[in-house]
């Protein structure tokens, strides 16, 4: 069965730093990879996604992802991260086929100091 | 910018009673779903419709739980006698062919 490891629970940064929040995920294929990202008391919104081709995607917000194939990660990245970026983030893997169920990861929370 | 809605936004129930949250998708999509969030929790799978069945289900999707697509554009889950581990926040979510689900803001029951 796929699953998907966050293994941080909780990070904390400065506004203005850079981030990483980390992603492996387990599955036997290449699966559809993405990352949401929940804010409090609001539903899920998309940040972006990998289903194919170049490894590093681009989302919103001026987020950023890399699959990296051979450490089964895809771990989403920002370089300045704003206040406004305090959220949960969401890493979750779907099978290469049309209307499977998503799986999600734990979960980061993340914290942005001023 | 097409989006899901969900209503309530938020149902207080007592325990035993039967409750129905109500979703309309992305009026093209074909797949539709329902996840869960029990509070401090991960998101979690509970069951996909396609073509009006169930195509996949999860271990919490037992008897108590129904799911409808009563005409054109509702989704909806029932469930027939409420427990106090069902408060959670529920999810509704649609994809085309290409497996981007979009989601709603989401249900939150309250089971007292």
């Known amino acids: 069965a796929q699953s998907v490891t966050q293994p941080d629970i909780h990070i904390t940064v400065s506004e203005g730093a850079s981030l990483e929040l980390r992603c492996n995920y387990s599955y036997g294929a290449t699966p559809y990879l993405f990352w949401y990202v929940q804010s409090p008391g609001q539903g899920l919104q998309l940040l972006l996604k990998y289903f194919s081709g170049d490894t590093l995607v681009q989302g919103i917000k001026g987020f950023e992802a890399e699959f990296k194939r051979s450490q089964s990660s895809f771990n989403l990245r920002k370089p300045s991260v704003h206040w406004s970026d305090a959220a949960e983030y969401f890493c979750a893997v779907v099978q290469e086929t049309s209307g499977s169920r998503l799986t999600f990861g734990e979960g980061t929370q993340l914290t942005v100091n001023p | 910018e097409p989006e899901v809605t969900q209503t309530p936004s938020h149902q207080v129930t007592q325990m035993g009673q039967e409750v129905i949250l109500r979703c309309v998708p992305i009026?093209?999509?074909?797949?539709f779903y329902w996840y869960r969030q029990i509070l401090g929790q991960k998101v979690e799978f509970l069951v996909s419709f396609y073509n009006n069945e169930i195509s996949e289900k999860s271990e919490i999707f037992d008897d108590q739980f129904s799911v409808e697509r009563p005409d054109g554009s509702n989704f909806t889950l029932k469930i027939r006698s409420t427990k106090l581990e069902d408060s959670a926040m529920y999810f509704c979510?649609?994809?085309?062919?290409?497996?981007?689900?979009?989601f709603g803001p989401g249900t939150r029951l309250t089971v007292l």
């Open positions: 009026s093209n999509h074909l797949y």
């Open positions: 979510a649609s994809s085309g062919l290409d497996d981007e689900q979009f």
